[in-house]
């Protein structure tokens, strides 16, 4: 079993639907959770970070956390084409001295105009 | 602020053959990592760095790989020798601090095609 499961998609939506994008996790050491947007050969890029359960909201992106059930989710409000990417959730647990970082496999997302 | 660079951005080479890959990272940032993402999957960190000192290379397969961070700042990775499986992107990422709340900053990465 791995450590972070996601879906990967591909999902497609029409633009200004609501997103729902989610991670599951095995590891109870995880502490840090965390959403990266990657566009088509980039790097990707941080859009949301928390740190205990609980919702976090930035904007029209939404993030939630639930540690009992080992669930994070993505919540993306009135999506729009420029949010057509590939959506990766990370965890960070301790690991001698220093936090190890583990990513799904991400989850292809296509707004439709 | 600039950001962390990366190079070269695409590689071809021939299996059995070296390639290295340079990394510079974000002014400042004592941490360096460098991750191997293949299509379709979530980059799988390979290496790890604080400073110039090596954190964690336990998915580092070295036998082939290897890497060095020269003087806390640039670093290198290099496969020598190359086989198919090898073909990924490679990402280069930098962050202040290693722990407590901290935020990764990815370069775009190198794209290896090992035919």
């Known amino acids: 079993q791995k450590e972070v499961e996601q879906d990967p998609g591909p999902l497609s939506v029409p633009e200004g639907a609501i997103v729902s994008l989610n991670c599951t996790y095995s590891n109870s050491a995880f502490q840090y959770f965390m959403w990266y947007r990657q566009y088509s050969r980039k790097g990707p890029e941080l859009l949301m970070y928390?740190?205990?359960?609980g919702n976090k909201e930035d904007g029209r992106f939404t993030a939630q956390v639930d540690k009992s059930s080992k669930y994070i989710s993505l919540f993306i409000r009135d999506s729009q084409p420029s949010d057509s990417a590939t959506y990766l959730c990370?965890?960070?647990?301790?690991?001698?001295?220093?936090?190890?970082?583990?990513f799904g496999t991400g989850t292809k997302l296509q707004v439709i105009p | 602020e600039a950001g962390v660079a990366q190079s070269p951005r695409y590689k071809i080479i021939e299996k059995r053959q070296s390639v290295a890959f340079w990394c510079n990272p974000i002014s400042g940032h004592a941490t360096l990592y460098w991750y191997q993402q293949i299509l379709g999957q979530g980059p799988k960190l390979l290496i790890q760095?604080?400073?110039?000192?090596?954190?964690?290379d336990s998915q580092l397969p070295k036998d082939r790989f290897s890497a060095e961070r020269l003087k806390g700042v640039d670093s290198t990775l290099k496969i020598q020798p190359a086989k198919l499986e090898d073909s990924a992107v490679y990402l280069c990422a930098s962050s202040l601090y290693d722990r407590g709340p901290y935020e990764q900053y990815f370069g775009p990465g190198t794209r290896l095609t090992v035919t």
């Open positions: 760095f604080q400073n110039n000192g090596v954190v964690d």
């Open positions: 928390t740190y205990s359960s």
């Open positions: 990370a965890m960070r647990a301790p690991s001698g001295g220093y936090q190890k970082v583990t």
